[in-house]
């Protein structure tokens, strides 16, 4: 492709290849980090941009650091992708704004009824609760979450329990890209210890650590001895999915809509036309088509589960 | 506080940490709520007073969303319960009522009309917060189920009341009435009232996973056939009979035949053995009996065709004596002589293998089928009938199961641990140019061999009907299984035993998977 315009630094989302990039300034480092030195154009939110008579702007979306929608206008009709996003403001990722259009590209992750979030304030409190439980047993606690967005949000409740976090390789280092891009405010972000094989078992011990959910399950784990393994995903709502993956704990921390978000933001964007990408597309297309809202599916790349990139096992 | 418990039981992985949330329950919870618990975790279910249908309309009226909706999320979740319990908004931090209260509401409600119940459990369901809503819905629909095995909650009594785990086993075990049982009744040493139809905990056996020879010389060793059948424990005491099945129901009624038994076996005496069709002193197929198990009523006809009759295995009381710790050599011997005291064609005596080497044996073993067994029971001479599965002294030593490779059709989502993953397949044979479907199967793999094959039903889904999606026939599976029997029901005209996926055939290619044909002989060797 020659020309893209990245929504969010997810790898389902962002692939190498293009020539040419554009995407919001906080996006940049983290694309550097995964895709490597590419040209890179970058825009402030609401800072539009023309290519042959079209206008792209682009607004945030809310699901992790620097992700956006984008707008295009050509001609008077308004298109808006959504991207990844979300509608509660969690301190770091900027909120959601929704924009006016005539027609809508969103995503159905979680688009069910069943999926419904309580307020980040109170899931923090639960992590902060089963962390300290594990402190008094003397375990370790482990949290999984994406080493991109969950694990920020993760360590703001973290920080409040514990002065000693722990980090996997691959969210140690996007945590220093982040600090390095000075994208957030000083002391949004802790500071961290990345795990390596020289630091002694019993330094873990009723402490936190932290690590994506590709070392779950891994021998990489092994060194926690007396580990609580708590999983931060909005799929751990569901209980035959935390027993699944073998959890001691399962978080419901989502950085995409629930059911009603959904809804609400389709609405708030007035669009005439919505075309339903990754998740649950066929329910939330047909719930809309019955609401008397147009709709339709999209068959896209995007929602297969985000990789991290490789850890050294020697690690 | 009994949602508490059932939610951290759901959530905790280590056998220590749900240990210790029964505990805890054991010694926070009222004397009433303890005998339900009890109750519920042994599988004493109250009876289920509303349809699961009308629980899916009445909650997605009460929520406002359309039917299919409120089924595309049953499908996702994978449990009913769980689908209300998500789906309604949680309003309330909890209800203050105990589970006693609600299970006694709920037999109660069962002679109440409908409007009656519906206008309860919508109330319930708006006091409650999300777990209890789970258990609540669990409950009323009969489909209440635990991870907890009835040794861990024993274990857990046992540590509460110091008692003997064994004790408890057989206090808990039995017919008795939660609403009508005190706790203190239910575990007392010398109970008020004794139930003399009382079972005892079934012993039972560990595969063989090692070498037989491991074991020691084969003169220490009882060999006999394993049945096939059911395990029962008949019981003849004060004038009456009573045949329990394995899981704890009496079943005395299913089995008019064993009347004879009432008359000619001595007061005191519980056998036990394995229900089985026999003819001639014979054991048949138990194909044979699957006609008569779900029937309500047995008529002539079932008597005939399908004659059941016990194969008596050992002896654990004698005379109203209880000689559990008796040497198996000793039990047998005294079974052997109330068996020809009693002189029925309906008890047999299940016969003991003679065998000189370990080789010998399993030389044997091969030839199980023939018989209509499973394989062969490995039996310490020397030892005690002990309670539950216990490690040591019975093994179970089961033939291989019969395989056939069969191409993937059809896929559906999983339920409970399952749920949102593509694991409940349907398989088919070739038959000419065509695929004819004949299993279905939702176990065997790895979680990793799941996830890849939900990967690909995902990606190479054809049609859509309702839950279930057809795929493009590609992937090829062993399927095991224990038995094979003509069936009218299924187009193929087989109906498989425990059908299981034993192995992911990726290196078989649809084109050679076994057909139509071969299924058709697998029935006339091994299903009449």
């Known amino acids: ?315 | 506080m009994f949602a508490e418990l059932v939610y951290r039981l759901g959530t905790h992985t280590k056998t220590n940490d749900k240990l210790d949330a029964i505990i805890k329950y054991f010694a926070e919870a009222a004397d009433r709520d303890k005998v339900w618990m009890i109750a519920l975790f042994s599988g004493r279910r109250p009876r289920r007073t509303i349809s699961g249908s009308k629980l899916a309309v009445w909650c997605s009226e009460l929520i406002g969303l359309p039917l299919w909706l409120f089924e595309e999320s049953y499908h996702t979740v994978g449990d009913l319960s769980e689908t209300i319990a998500l789906l309604i908004p949680e309003k309330s931090q909890g209800s203050d009522k105990s589970l006693s209260w609600y299970v006694e509401k709920f037999q109660q409600m069962e002679k109440s009309d409908e409007s009656t119940k519906k206008e309860f459990i919508i109330q319930s369901w708006n006091e409650l917060n999300s777990r209890e809503r789970f258990v609540f819905n669990k409950l009323l629909s009969s489909t209440f189920r635990v991870g907890v095995s009835q040794s861990m909650m024993v274990n857990a009594l046992a540590r509460t009341v110091k008692l003997e785990p064994s004790i408890i086993a057989h206090r808990i075990s039995g017919n008795w009435d939660p609403s009508t049982t005190p706790f203190n009744e239910l575990l007392n040493s010398r109970p008020a009232i004794t139930d003399h139809s009382k079972p005892y905990p079934f012993y039972l056996a560990y595969p063989l996973e090692q070498e037989p020879a491991l074991l020691g010389e084969p003169d220490e060793w009882q060999a006999e056939w394993k049945w096939d059948g059911i395990r029962g424990q008949i019981i003849k005491r004060n004038g009456l009979l009573f045949v329990w099945s394995r899981g704890e129901d009496l079943i005395t009624d299913k089995f008019p035949e064993y009347i004879t038994l009432a008359e000619k076996l001595p007061d005191g005496t519980v056998i036990d053995g394995e229900i089985l069709p026999v003819r001639n002193g014979q054991a048949l197929n138990f194909n044979v009996l699957q006609t008569r198990i779900g029937r309500k009523n047995i008529t002539k006809k079932h008597l005939e065709e399908a004659p059941a009759g016990i194969f008596a295995y050992d002896l654990l009381e004698q005379n109203g004596e209880d000689i559990r710790h008796l040497p198996l050599q000793e039990r047998r011997q005294r079974l052997t002589a109330i068996v020809a005291d009693v002189n029925l064609p309906v008890l047999v005596l299940s016969p003991v293998i003679e065998f000189h080497s370990w080789e010998q044996l399993a030389a044997l073993r091969i030839q199980a089928r023939n018989n209509n067994s499973e394989g062969l029971m490995l039996k310490r001479k020397s030892s005690s009938y002990q309670v539950g599965r216990k490690r040591g002294d019975w093994w179970k030593w089961k033939i291989d199961p019969l395989t056939i490779d069969a191409v993937m059709i059809y896929a559906q989502k999983g339920t409970g641990r399952r749920s949102n993953l593509y694991t409940d397949y349907t398989f088919a044979v070739r038959d000419g140019d065509k695929l004819v479907s004949f299993t279905k199967a939702y176990s065997g793999l790895t979680d990793k061999e799941f996830a890849q094959v939900d990967n690909f039903v995902k990606r190479n889904s054809i049609e859509k009907f309702g839950p279930v999606r057809t795929v493009k026939p590609e992937l090829v599976f062993e399927i095991a299984f224990e038995g094979i029997a003509a069936s009218n029901r299924h187009k193929s005209g087989v109906a498989l035993r425990f059908p299981r996926m034993s192995r992911w055939r990726k290196d078989k290619p649809p084109e050679e998977i076994n057909t139509l044909e071969d299924l058709k002989k697998m029935l006339e060797i091994y299903g009449k």
């Open chain 1, 1 to 315: 492709m020659e020309r893209a315009v990245i929504t969010h630094g997810h790898s389902d989302h962002a692939r190498p290849g293009s020539k040419y990039y554009l995407c919001h300034h906080f996006t940049k480092p983290i694309l550097q980090l995964r895709l490597g030195d590419f040209d890179y154009q970058t825009v402030e939110w609401n800072e539009p941009v023309y290519f042959n008579g079209v206008t792209v702007t682009l607004f945030p979306a809310g699901h992790i650091i620097g992700s956006s929608q984008i707008k295009v206008e050509h001609k008077g009709e308004v298109w808006v992708v959504s991207g990844d996003y979300k509608v509660e403001d969690d301190g770091i990722s900027g909120a959601f704004e929704p924009v006016k259009c005539h027609t809508f590209i969103t995503e159905s992750t979680f688009g069910l009824p069943v999926y419904t979030w309580k307020p980040q304030v109170q899931i923090y409190s639960g992590i902060q609760d089963w962390i300290k439980g594990n402190q008094a047993a003397g375990k370790t606690s482990v949290l999984i979450a994406y080493s991109l967005g969950k694990a920020q949000r993760v360590l703001q409740a973290v920080k409040e329990v514990s002065d000693k976090i722990f980090a996997h390789g691959a969210i140690y280092n996007m945590h220093e890209v982040l600090l390095k891009a000075k994208i957030l405010p000083n002391g949004t972000l802790p500071a961290i210890t990345r795990v390596t094989s020289d630091i002694p078992k019993e330094a873990y011990r009723g402490n936190v650590v932290i690590a994506p959910p590709s070392a779950d399950g891994t021998p990489w784990m092994r060194r926690f001895s007396q580990a609580a393994v708590g999983i931060c995903s909005g799929w751990m709502q569901v209980r035959g999915n935390q027993r699944r993956r073998n959890a001691d704990a399962g978080f419901a921390l989502s950085d995409h809509c629930d059911w009603k978000s959904l809804l609400h933001a389709v609405e708030a964007t007035g669009a005439e036309k919505v075309f339903v990408t990754h998740g649950f597309q066929s329910v939330f297309s047909r719930y809309l088509n019955e609401s008397g809202i147009e709709a339709a599916e999209v068959k896209t790349e995007y929602g297969t589960e985000e990789e991290e990139p490789i850890q050294d096992q020697n690690e």
